[in-house]
């Protein structure tokens, strides 16, 4: 992938916004679910999935990161300034417990392949299918180099000699 991964987040969030943020509109409805149900090489069958490909610059070599991209993508129903990790960490209002366990969180942080998907595709859920959708992205093209920052994400604390004054989108 040629594109830094600022663009990356940027690129993928207007793709979303295009093609998966608005459930009212069947095309992008039936795009989620299809996404959603499909094995992974089916995800990339789809020509929206390959349009994303193009805008990235992905090439087969990256294959599976475009593939859990896309079906993580599918989950999500609402953009937030929130990051993925962030989200999981906080309490729910009502029951003030954390919306992932530690030891849940954990299992995520250690995961890759398949069981990265999977237990992505559990905590979009959790966090009520909401995140920053341009973050998560980035993440997942770094995954190595983000869970670091999805430990302190978590925690909600600031990360230290942190220079990146980027707001995301």
Known sequence: MNSDLNSVGSIT???WSKHLGNREHASAKALAARLRRSAPITALAEP????????LNVGPHQADQLMRLASLLAEIRDHDSKPLARCLGGADPITSRLTMSHLRFQRLLRADGDELTTLLRRAIKLAGRRCNVARLAKDLFSWEQARP?????YFSSSQPNDTNT???Q
């Open 149 to 153: 920052r999805w430990c302190f994400d």
């Open 166 to 168: 980027e707001t995301e």
């Open 13 to 15: 969030l207007g793709w």
């Open 48 to 55: 929206a999935v390959h349009s994303l490909a193009q805008d």
